[in-house]
């Protein structure tokens, strides 16, 4: 097998941080993923790189999962059950469900990373999450190298969380995951940010799939920054879920702050409007900013290091709570 040693991270991950591994391989079977966990298990897992910020090198063997291949499990009249392995990109995937015409995750079109990472923080955009159309994942224990199926009901998903991040936080590598979607009378989401708008625009009135991936793709692109012009990791910060006492508190002072309620208790406040209020918005520090479209994404506007990101996301966090009484927590993992 093929290791690498003090090996750079830099096209690995998509703030373009020039971390280095101690060691690297890509695997490519879970043969092969087996045979190293039983001489190493000090490791770090790296899909795509998409949701992490490297503050230091990385001082272990770094496994990045490169399984590859898409199968249907299963099909009847109404549903179809696509086992993809951990490797696959994640948007590909989605462009490969919607030619078939398998719906179910069209929303979360463009979103970068792999297949396999996706019920870790239960990804999600435009409505939709991995919770609605996930079936089962498979996983290998880091410990025994034994495989392990997990239900949606083991996933323990919430708002960006999973069994993967808590519980079960660093015991296990996700190798496949199985979504179950629609053949047919598709439950589309069309009603959340501006797709209704964009199609609209370009006056669809029944739009297919392919229409809603469009739509999403092009509301996109003009947020986001494209991580290979301009490194990110998108949304930088969770937005944070606050009892209604906090939320009041912070209204008194300011009387406009958005919420969307959560539960009887609970409402969510957006973290973008947040630091925007904050004054974060489009502000640079060195290297290291925020994006001046976006205030929830943090960028490096070229040789930042992952200590001066996280300095400016802590004193992003510091802000808010002083100011609204309201803490904010990474999404991104840092590292
Ligand atoms: C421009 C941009 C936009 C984004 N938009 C969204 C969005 O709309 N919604 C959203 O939810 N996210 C979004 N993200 C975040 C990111 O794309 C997702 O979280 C994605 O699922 C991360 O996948 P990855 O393979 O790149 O993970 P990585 O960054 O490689 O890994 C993330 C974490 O998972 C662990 N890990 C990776 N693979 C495995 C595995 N197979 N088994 C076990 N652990 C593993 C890693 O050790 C790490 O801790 C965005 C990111 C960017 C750059």
Same mark, same amino acid.
């Given at each position: 097998m093929n290791f690498e040693t003090n090996f750079s991270l830099k096209s690995y991950n998509t703030f373009g941080i020039d971390a280095k591994a101690k060691q690297f391989i890509a695997i490519h079977s879970k043969e092969e993923l087996a045979a190293i966990l039983q001489n190493h298990q000090d490791i770090f897992i790296l899909?795509?790189?998409?949701?992490?910020? +490297?503050? $230091?090198?990385? *001082?272990?063997? =770094?496994?990045?999962?490169? +399984?590859?291949?898409?199968?249907?499990? *299963?099909?009847?009249? *109404? #549903? @179809?059950?696509?086992?993809? /392995?951990?490797?696959?990109?994640? /948007?590909?995937f989605v462009l490969y469900c919607i030619e078939k015409n398998y719906g179910g995750i069209e929303n979360l079109s463009l979103i970068p990373g792999n297949v396999g990472t996706t019920p870790i923080q239960n990804i999600g955009a435009y409505g939709v999450e991995i919770k609605d159309t996930f079936f089962c994942c498979e996983a290998m224990e880091i410990a025994s190298q034994k495989l392990v199926t997990f239900d949606k009901e083991s996933c323990a998903f919430g708002y960006r969380e999973s069994v993967f991040k808590n519980e079960l936080k660093n015991q296990f590598i996700i190798t496949s995951v199985t979504f179950k979607l629609t053949k047919k009378n598709h439950r589309l989401n069309t009603s959340y940010g501006a797709i209704e708008t964009e199609l609209t625009n370009k006056k669809i009135t029944s739009p297919t799939l392919k229409d809603i991936s469009n739509a999403v793709i092009t509301i996109r692109k003009s947020k986001l920054p494209d991580p290979k012009e301009l490194g990110n990791s998108g949304s930088f910060f969770k937005n944070p879920i606050v009892s209604k006492t906090i939320y009041e508190k912070a209204k008194t002072n300011y009387p406009e702050i958005p919420h969307y309620p959560v539960s009887e208790n609970e409402v969510k406040v957006p973290a973008g409007w947040l630091i925007e209020q904050a004054?974060?918005?489009?502000?640079?520090?060195?290297?290291?900013?925020?994006?001046?479209? $976006?205030?929830?994404? +943090? @960028?490096? #506007?070229?040789?930042?290091?992952?200590?001066?990101?996280?300095? @400016?996301?802590?004193? %992003? $966090?510091?802000?808010?709570?002083?100011?609204?009484?309201?803490?904010?927590?990474?999404? =991104?993992?840092? %590292?």
């Open positions: 899909g795509g790189g998409s949701n992490m910020l +490297l503050t $230091q090198n990385v *001082d272990k063997l =770094v496994i990045h999962i490169d +399984l590859k291949g898409i199968e249907i499990i *299963d099909t009847n009249e *109404d #549903y @179809v059950w696509v086992k993809a /392995h951990a490797g696959e990109n994640w /948007h590909n004054g974060f918005k489009g502000k640079r520090f060195g290297d290291a900013g925020i994006h001046k479209n $976006q205030a929830l994404v +943090l @960028v490096n #506007y070229g040789h930042a290091t992952g200590a001066e990101i996280l300095a @400016v996301a802590k004193m %992003i $966090q510091e802000t808010v709570l002083e100011k609204f009484g309201i803490p904010i927590e990474a999404e =991104v993992n840092i %590292i």
